[in-house]
């Protein structure tokens, strides 16, 4: 029986080892390309959280702005209802008075004839 010698060895290794290893190199190109394509998801997706933040940081200044300015707001309202009841008084006075004026013309018309 011949001797093996290291080379012969190397040569049964690399051989047997050859399509395994192309194999493998296979399946991480497709792991490799999966994981591109991951990395692109995510950074679409990173750009809409930045563009999410941003209107969120507009509707925040928004909103602080209205806290801010909601007192004055509920200020001036307050004061249009005030006048909008006195507005009501004042008609029912004016109905009032309308309605004497009516009651005394007509007397004077009655007293004329």
Avoid: H, Y
């Avoid at 051989?15 to 679409?44: C, H, I, Y």
């Avoid at 563009?51 to 209205?66: I, P, Y």
């Amino acid at each position: 029986m011949p001797e093996l010698t290291k080379k012969d060895i190397k040569e049964v290794f690399v051989e047997t080892l050859e399509p395994f290893a192309a194999s493998v190199q296979k399946d991480f190109q497709g792991v490799n390309n999966r994981l591109d394509k991951v990395d692109s998801r995510l950074e679409r997706v990173d750009s809409r959280l930045d563009n999410l933040e941003l209107g969120l940081s507009e509707v925040k200044a928004d909103v602080k702005w209205m806290r801010d300015n909601s007192g004055e707001l509920f200020a001036k309202l307050d004061k249009f209802i005030a006048l909008l009841e006195k507005q009501e008084q004042e008609l029912l006075m004016f109905g009032v008075q309308l309605k004497r004026l009516e009651e005394r013309v007509q007397k004077l018309e009655e007293a004329k004839q």
